[in-house]
């Protein structure tokens, strides 16, 4: 994709080409084995002065904005497993970020610099049994006890969560809706949090855990801002969330349809190459169509974003349009490969199931939709 790179985004590129070719692919298939990343990894972003790109610089963060962030993603996705940027974006993005925001000056002395130095692995627990897409229903509770938060519950898909050394945890501190959510940071060596990892599709190099929490004792010096004022802070963090993920489906489309551009023009069938054949030249043409107006939204959120301004209706467009978009030109591009396109051995394989996480993960489509509608006057009797 062309972002428009200054020297310096260029700089970081080429540093992190050469990271991803020599460090990376070459083990992937023993990591998506592995069901993790090991956590070698985060020490070497973190030489390499990537990890904490968009974390303060006053805790061993970069302090850049969020187009450092579409580089690195945009480099790692090269990889070819999707599972591989999900646990850096979880740790560094997602669960650090609001630490970061939010956290206290000894929270921040704590987590967010050894987050930034790899030395510690975060998740971000939000999504529950019954409250995924509906966060405002989250049901984990935890009860102030002098000194401490006493948490009880559970949550379920969290990135990390066996791997993870911390948990920015979106907990129930007052009554029902919006209005009785806090986040508190819950140190995964505390008694009465119990981990166990899930068993998914695709995304194998990212693992994945229900979390169980009975009578959880956390120091409340962990909470974040004020209490029963977390669902903002969850909300915002899901801004630089979806972008994540916008920049990921364009990334991942675009490795795919390499693939498919590089086998329909070897692969001979019928005394021809494939992409002889006007039906797989259209099909493709359809799917670089599509990539290139998923770019152009995802540009233009992340863009808004950076410049401060409001930028909701067109991040959920992008992340809307861009992980739809690589769900289905992966059909696309598996189909041309075959039988071939079915199989694990095969990266086209590997990409098509990676792909379906996509416009799940961060607030699906639907969601996405919902939020579009409501920002642009869509809704009956709220104009
Ligand atoms: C690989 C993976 C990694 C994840 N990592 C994390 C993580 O690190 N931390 C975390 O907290 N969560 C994580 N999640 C959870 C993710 O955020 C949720 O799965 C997502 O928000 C959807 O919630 P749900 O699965 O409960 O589906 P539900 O909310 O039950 O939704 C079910 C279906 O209803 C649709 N729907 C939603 N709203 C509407 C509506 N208004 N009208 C019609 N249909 C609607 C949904 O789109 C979906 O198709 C992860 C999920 C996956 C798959």
């Known amino acids: 994709m062309d972002w428009g790179w200054k020297d310096e985004h260029e700089l970081l590129r080429r540093s992190l080409a050469d990271f991803v070719r020599q460090e990376i692919t070459p083990n992937v298939l ?14 070497q972003l973190a030489d390499l002065g990537v990890l904490g790109l968009r974390l303060s610089p006053d805790c061993g963060g970069g302090g850049h904005d969020f187009w450092f962030t579409a580089i690195l993603l945009q480099e ?3 990889c070819g497993s999707i599972g591989v940027p ?3 974006m979880a740790h560094a993005e997602f669960a650090t970020m609001l630490i970061d925001r939010f956290g206290s000056p000894e929270l921040r002395r704590t987590y967010v610099r050894a987050a930034a130095e790899g030395r510690m692995i975060g998740a971000l627990g939000v999504s529950e049994p019954d409250a995924g897409s509906d966060v405002a229903s989250l049901r984990t509770r935890a009860v102030r006890d002098g000194d401490h938060y006493v948490v009880n519950g559970s949550k379920l898909y969290i990135t990390n969560g066996t791997i993870a050394d911390y948990i920015t945890l979106a907990v129930r501190t ?8 806090s986040v508190i940071v819950v140190p995964t060596d505390s008694k009465g949090l119990r981990r166990q990892r899930m068993t998914k599709l695709g995304t194998h190099a990212s693992d994945t855990a229900e979390l169980f929490f009975q009578d959880c004792r956390v120091p409340a010096a962990n909470l974040l801002g004020t209490e029963n004022e977390g669902f903002p802070m969850i909300m915002s963090g899901f801004e630089g969330e979806r972008l994540v993920l916008a920049v ?6 675009r490795l795919m349809l390499d693939e498919a551009r590089a086998w329909g023009l070897q692969r001979n069938l019928f ?10 030249q259209h099909r493709l043409a359809d799917c670089l169509t599509r990539i290139e107006a998923a770019e152009a939204l995802t540009r233009r959120g992340i863009g808004l974003y950076v410049g401060g301004q409001p930028a909701q209706s067109e991040i959920s467009m992008a992340k809307l349009f861009a992980t739809e978009t690589a769900r289905d030109v992966a059909r696309e591009c598996a189909q041309i490969q075959g039988g071939l396109g079915y199989m694990e051995d095969c990266l086209m394989g590997r990409l098509h199931r990676d792909s379906l996480a996509l416009t799940i993960g961060a607030g699906s489509s639907e969601t996405m939709r919902s939020i579009i509608a409501r920002c642009n006057g869509l809704v009956a009797g709220t104009a």
């Open 30 to 43: 023993d990591w998506e084995r592995a069901g993790e990343v090991p956590r070698s990894l985060f020490s």
């Open 248 to 253: 990921m489906a364009c990334s991942h489309a």
């Open 86 to 88: 999900v646990a850096v």
């Open 271 to 280: 005394g021809q190459p494939l992409l002889g054949f006007q039906v797989w």
């Open 174 to 181: 007052g009554g029902a809706g919006h209005r009785g959510i």
């Open 76 to 78: 790692m996705m090269r």
